[in-house]
């Protein structure tokens, strides 16, 4: 439900109607990767504040600048709020925009991953290290070598590799590496180098992480996202082309990469037999919610599979100001998932 079109809506209802609350009301939290580490849940969402930021399709106005831990017991108990984790000030390399973290545990440590915005103006993604999965996290001194864009996901497969996901589109930069090196022309203009509506849209990009979890361990590739007949998707085809958001997990043998369309709203997901793809394009998990963006990760907890995501409702819209909720999936018997409605009728 994209800002545009919620001048006429009534909060108090919507909220009535919602399938799920906001975990917390106490702060704005968005773009949440849900874990289940050691028998608890442990939530890495973006803090949303109001910076007073110019509103702009590079998402200027998104000026987060730390990271809270969110846990829960169970599903259904209360979720706690850790305070900050990480503060942009206390990473050396990085100026601004603590966009969408993840993170991942290994050997007793975890691990947070986050996207920030470098001196020179291009997003990198950066690690932090604790020995608590809500922190405090100890950044590393400089961003992950050969790491671009946003929205970087850690899947770890069962034989315990990990991978790292990443890219967004728009403010994102996604586009700017198109030709493998950062396109710094048209700085102001978010839309600049993306493909023509009749060429394949850009794509998303993995790597597989060294064992201390710090680096790549390989060059990133990017993810094939294609339709029923093996062909690539469309950049005009914007109700399935990926955008931003980037998340994987594995359900029985297949692998499962869903991901947000941004400018149309919804979440999607494809399949495939392999971390590196390709994957074919299912359909929609969540249809789109009130606020501009949507964000997510899917988590299984006790045998059963939740979606974590987030929505504007509580500040009654704003697009900036989110709040993180969740819901129960269901993978049906031939491996689709079945779509949410994030509203009931």
């Known amino acids: 439900m994209p800002e545009e079109s919620i001048d006429h809506i009534d909060f108090d209802e919507l909220n009535k109607k919602a399938i799920s609350q906001p975990l917390v009301n106490h702060i704005y939290t968005a773009d949440p990767s849900a874990h289940y580490f050691n028998g608890k849940i442990y939530i890495y969402p973006s803090h949303d504040v109001d910076a007073g930021e110019a509103f702009d399709d590079l998402g200027s106005h998104f000026a987060m600048e730390d990271y809270h831990v969110i846990s829960m017991d169970t599903v259904d108990s209360e979720a706690i709020d850790h305070g900050v984790a990480l503060h942009v000030k206390d990473v050396p390399w990085a100026e601004k925009q603590m966009w969408a973290p993840d993170a991942a545990h290994k050997n007793g440590k975890y691990y947070l991953y986050f996207p920030a915005k470098a001196y020179d103006g291009i997003f ?205 999936i269901e993978h049906q018997s031939d491996g689709s998932i079945k779509t949410i409605k994030p509203y009931q009728d």
Not at 187 to 203: F, K, M, Q, R
């Open 124 to 328: 990198r993604i950066g690690v932090a290290v604790s020995d608590n999965p809500t922190g405090p996290f100890v950044p590393e001194k400089e961003a992950i070598k050969e790491s671009f864009s946003i929205d970087p996901a850690v899947f770890e497969d069962e034989d315990g590799s990990h991978y790292m996901y990443f890219g967004g589109l728009w403010g994102g930069q996604l586009q700017r590496w198109h030709t493998g090196s950062f396109n710094g022309d048209q700085p102001e203009n978010p839309t600049a180098h993306i493909p023509a509506d009749h060429e394949p849209a850009l794509l998303p990009w993995v790597a597989k992480m060294t064992d201390d979890m710090l680096q790549f361990a390989e060059r990133p590739k990017e993810i094939s996202i294609v339709d029923e007949h093996g062909n690539l998707l469309l950049a005009g085809d914007n109700e399935r082309r990926f955008f931003e958001a980037a998340w994987l997990h594995k359900y029985k043998e297949t692998y499962y990469f869903s991901y947000s369309t941004g400018d149309t709203h919804f979440i999607c997901y494809a399949t495939g037999d392999s971390p590196y793809g390709p994957f074919t394009y299912r359909g929609h998990i969540l249809e789109p919610v009130v606020g501009w963006t949507s964000h997510h990760s899917v988590c299984e907890i006790e045998g059963k599979w939740y979606l974590f995501y987030h929505d504007s409702s509580l500040s009654k819209g704003v697009t900036h100001l989110r709040s993180v909720k969740m819901t129960e």
